[in-house]
């Protein structure tokens, strides 16, 4: 019996040792980390400011977002800084009404695209419920995170948004941090592109997320030579119906000595920015 004991005593300080270690691995540590999540296939990027702020781009397809966020984030932690739904497609904001009961979201960016969709609609009802403030995107308005990071917001323009699709209006945004820039444009299409590349945006970025998980739509060469990316991350869920990613797409990053990483291929892709 004593050794029962003993034995379930040494599983237990084992137990708390690993989540020590755990949770120490997750304390800010000054540099900006970004997880591009393994969601199959849909978008949700995870990023975490030099102070420990959590801002997530879009919720995946499914509710495997919220098993990523308790492997990213510090056991006691629960706030989300900021939440920002590019578009609103089922492949992008599944978890996110979820997120919103689970955790203490403090702002939402949204395009102010009207979508009948009922899961967009479940999100508004949420997020009017908790009265949790929302930004419009709005290229003149940047967001400041308070620790170096800034949330350069790129696109859509308000006044085109009646004229876009749903996957053209998507939020657009530059995460900056020191010389550092990701460029996250969430399902825009050519249309969008050659839009932005008229407003004279500034998007020149180290790495871009693949517009719409590498689909043929996207992707311009135009759009890539304004971007000047050195890396590509891709998601797309393995074997997916869409054919994502496309490989005229892959070649064209690779005729422009753009290296790609993609989701499928590799789950999780985690990156980290040091000042």
Same mark, same amino acid.
């Given at each position: 019996?004593?050794?029962?004991?003993?034995?379930?005593?040494?599983?237990?300080?084992?137990?708390?040792?690993?989540?020590?270690?755990?949770?120490?691995?997750?304390?800010?540590?000054?540099?900006?980390?970004?997880?591009?999540?393994?969601?199959?296939?849909?978008?949700?990027?995870?990023?975490?400011?030099?102070?420990?702020?959590?801002?997530?781009?879009?919720?995946?397809?499914?509710?495997?977002?919220?098993?990523?966020?308790?492997?990213?984030? =510090? @056991?006691?932690?629960?706030?989300?800084?900021?939440?920002?739904?590019?578009?609103?497609?089922?492949?992008?904001?599944?978890?996110?009404?979820?997120?919103?009961?689970?955790?203490?979201?403090?702002?939402?960016?949204?395009?102010?695209?009207?979508?009948?969709?009922?899961?967009?609609?479940?999100?508004?009802?949420?997020?009017?419920?908790?009265?949790?403030?929302?930004?419009?995107?709005?290229?003149?308005?940047?967001?400041?995170?308070?620790?170096?990071?800034?949330?350069?917001?790129?696109?859509?323009? =308000?006044?085109?948004?009646?004229?876009?699709?749903?996957?053209?209006?998507?939020?657009?945004?530059?995460?900056?941090?020191?010389?550092?820039?990701?460029?996250?444009?969430?399902?825009?299409?050519?249309?969008?592109?050659?839009?932005?590349?008229?407003?004279?945006?500034?998007?020149?970025?180290?790495?871009?997320?693949? =517009?719409?998980?590498?689909?043929?739509?996207?992707?311009?060469?135009?759009?890539?030579?304004?971007?000047? =990316?050195?890396?590509?991350?891709?998601?797309?869920?393995?074997?997916?119906? @869409?054919?994502?990613?496309?490989?005229?797409?892959?070649?064209?990053?690779?005729?422009?000595?753009?290296?790609?990483?993609?989701?499928?291929?590799?789950?999780?892709?985690?990156?980290? @920015?040091?000042?």
């Amino acid at each position: 019996m004593n050794s029962r004991i003993l034995l379930l005593a040494c599983a237990v300080l084992i137990s708390l040792g690993i989540l020590g270690y755990r949770e120490l691995l997750l304390q800010p540590d000054g540099d900006l980390h970004a997880y591009f999540l393994d969601v199959d296939q849909g978008d949700a990027i995870l990023l975490v400011t030099p102070s420990g702020k959590q801002i997530l781009v879009d919720g995946g397809p499914n509710m495997e977002t919220l098993e990523h966020l308790g492997h990213y984030m =510090p @056991f006691l932690d629960r706030t989300i800084e900021l939440l920002v739904l590019s578009h609103p497609h089922a492949d992008h904001l599944t978890a996110f009404p979820e997120i919103l009961r689970r955790y203490n979201v403090e702002q939402v960016l949204l395009s102010g695209y009207d979508y009948a969709a009922s899961q967009y609609k479940a999100l508004i009802e949420e997020l009017l419920s908790r009265k949790i403030e929302v930004i419009l995107a709005d290229s003149s308005r940047d967001i400041s995170m308070g620790d170096g990071v800034l949330i350069d917001v790129v696109w859509p323009h =308000p006044e085109d948004l009646n004229e876009l699709d749903t996957n053209n209006a998507s939020v657009v945004v530059r995460i900056l941090y020191g010389t550092h820039k990701i460029l996250l444009p969430g399902d825009i299409e050519t249309e969008a592109e050659m839009a932005i590349l008229r407003s004279e945006e500034n998007i020149q970025s180290d790495v871009i997320k693949v =517009p719409h998980h590498g689909s043929i739509s996207s992707s311009s060469t135009g759009f890539l030579l304004a971007v000047r =990316p050195e890396l590509g991350i891709i998601s797309a869920g393995r074997e997916n119906s @869409f054919g994502h990613p496309h490989e005229a797409i892959i070649q064209r990053y690779e005729k422009m000595s753009i290296p790609l990483r993609i989701t499928a291929k590799e789950g999780t892709i985690s990156l980290t @920015f040091t000042r």
